[in-house]
Protein backbone atom coordinates (compact mmCIF):
# COMPACT_ATOMS: atom_id res chain seq x y z
CA UNK A 1 0.00 0.00 0.00
CA UNK A 2 1.57 3.13 -0.82
CA UNK A 3 0.04 6.57 0.14
CA UNK A 4 0.94 10.15 -0.93
CA UNK A 5 -0.15 12.84 1.92
CA UNK A 6 -0.41 16.38 0.85
CA UNK A 7 0.00 19.80 2.81
CA UNK A 8 0.48 23.01 2.15
CA UNK A 9 -2.62 24.59 0.07
CA UNK A 10 -5.05 27.71 1.12
CA UNK A 11 -5.73 31.33 0.08
CA UNK A 12 -3.11 33.70 -0.94
CA UNK A 13 -3.11 36.98 -2.25
CA UNK A 14 -1.21 37.59 -5.98
CA UNK A 15 2.25 38.18 -5.14
CA UNK A 16 2.21 35.78 -2.14
CA UNK A 17 3.91 32.41 -1.92
CA UNK A 18 2.95 29.52 -0.68
CA UNK A 19 4.94 25.91 -0.21
CA UNK A 20 3.47 22.50 -1.08
CA UNK A 21 4.96 19.26 0.65
CA UNK A 22 3.95 15.59 -0.36
CA UNK A 23 5.14 12.54 1.57
CA UNK A 24 5.23 9.62 -0.10
CA UNK A 25 4.49 6.77 2.51
CA UNK A 26 4.58 2.41 1.75
CA UNK A 27 7.26 -0.34 2.67
CA UNK A 28 8.90 -1.36 -0.04
CA UNK A 29 8.06 1.98 -2.19
CA UNK A 30 10.95 3.14 -3.97
CA UNK A 31 10.46 6.50 -5.81
CA UNK A 32 11.07 7.14 -9.53
CA UNK A 33 9.99 10.58 -9.49
CA UNK A 34 7.54 13.13 -7.95
CA UNK A 35 5.48 15.87 -9.53
CA UNK A 36 2.55 18.40 -8.92
CA UNK A 37 -0.23 18.95 -11.12
CA UNK A 38 -2.63 21.08 -10.77
CA UNK A 39 -6.64 21.31 -12.00
CA UNK A 40 -8.01 24.18 -12.80
CA UNK A 41 -12.12 24.55 -11.96
CA UNK A 42 -13.37 23.84 -15.78
CA UNK A 43 -9.98 22.76 -17.25
CA UNK A 44 -8.21 19.56 -17.11
CA UNK A 45 -5.23 18.59 -14.90
CA UNK A 46 -1.91 19.62 -16.07
CA UNK A 47 1.60 19.31 -15.07
CA UNK A 48 3.24 21.32 -13.12
CA UNK A 49 6.51 20.32 -12.31
CA UNK A 50 8.24 16.80 -12.04
CA UNK A 51 11.63 15.89 -10.10
CA UNK A 52 13.29 12.29 -10.75
CA UNK A 53 15.16 10.72 -8.15
CA UNK A 54 17.85 12.04 -9.63
CA UNK A 55 17.34 15.36 -9.22
CA UNK A 56 15.94 16.15 -12.36
CA UNK A 57 13.26 18.54 -13.05
CA UNK A 58 11.32 19.91 -15.37
CA UNK A 59 8.68 22.99 -15.34
CA UNK A 60 5.52 23.68 -16.98
CA UNK A 61 5.98 27.35 -18.71
CA UNK A 62 3.75 28.83 -16.66
CA UNK A 63 5.98 27.76 -13.73
CA UNK A 64 9.30 28.43 -14.89
CA UNK A 65 11.14 30.93 -13.25
CA UNK A 66 8.62 31.34 -10.28
CA UNK A 67 8.25 27.77 -8.79
CA UNK A 68 10.86 25.29 -7.54
CA UNK A 69 10.64 21.79 -7.04
CA UNK A 70 12.91 19.57 -4.92
CA UNK A 71 13.03 16.41 -3.00
CA UNK A 72 14.53 15.17 -0.08
CA UNK A 73 17.67 13.10 0.23
CA UNK A 74 15.56 10.24 2.07
CA UNK A 75 13.37 10.55 -1.40
CA UNK A 76 10.20 10.25 0.24
CA UNK A 77 9.24 14.30 0.22
CA UNK A 78 8.37 16.61 -2.83
CA UNK A 79 8.08 20.25 -2.28
CA UNK A 80 6.84 22.54 -4.56
CA UNK A 81 7.79 26.39 -3.54
CA UNK A 82 5.51 28.85 -5.15
CA UNK A 83 6.23 32.66 -5.52
CA UNK A 84 4.73 35.50 -7.13
CA UNK A 85 1.67 33.59 -7.58
CA UNK A 86 -1.07 34.65 -9.71
CA UNK A 87 -4.64 34.71 -9.76
CA UNK A 88 -4.16 31.29 -12.79
CA UNK A 89 -2.12 29.43 -10.60
CA UNK A 90 -5.49 28.65 -8.54
CA UNK A 91 -6.70 25.22 -8.32
CA UNK A 92 -6.62 22.04 -6.75
CA UNK A 93 -2.84 20.43 -6.82
CA UNK A 94 -2.32 17.12 -6.77
CA UNK A 95 0.86 15.28 -6.03
CA UNK A 96 2.15 12.52 -7.99
CA UNK A 97 4.43 9.96 -7.75
CA UNK A 98 5.81 6.86 -10.29
CA UNK A 99 8.17 4.26 -8.84
CA UNK A 100 7.69 0.75 -7.88
CA UNK A 101 6.92 -1.59 -5.49
CA UNK A 102 8.60 -4.71 -5.27
CA UNK A 103 9.13 -5.89 -8.75
CA UNK A 104 5.68 -3.70 -10.08
CA UNK A 105 5.40 -0.32 -11.19
CA UNK A 106 3.21 1.87 -9.48
CA UNK A 107 1.79 5.29 -10.13
CA UNK A 108 0.09 6.72 -6.83
CA UNK A 109 -1.69 10.33 -6.87
CA UNK A 110 -2.48 12.41 -3.63
CA UNK A 111 -6.08 13.40 -2.79
CA UNK A 112 -5.16 17.20 -4.09
CA UNK A 113 -4.77 20.21 -2.12
CA UNK A 114 -6.59 23.73 -2.91
CA UNK A 115 -4.55 26.61 -3.65
CA UNK A 116 -6.87 30.15 -4.31
CA UNK A 117 -4.92 33.59 -5.26
CA UNK A 118 -6.21 36.33 -5.26
CA UNK A 119 -6.60 39.56 -7.40
Known amino acids: QVQLVESGGGLVQAGGSLRLSCVAS????????MGWYRQAPGKQRELVAVITSGGITNYADSAKGRFTISMDNAKTTVSLQMNSLKPEDTGVYYC?????????????WGQGTLVTVSA
Open 26 to 33: GRFFRVNA
Open 96 to 108: NAAGTLLLDDREV
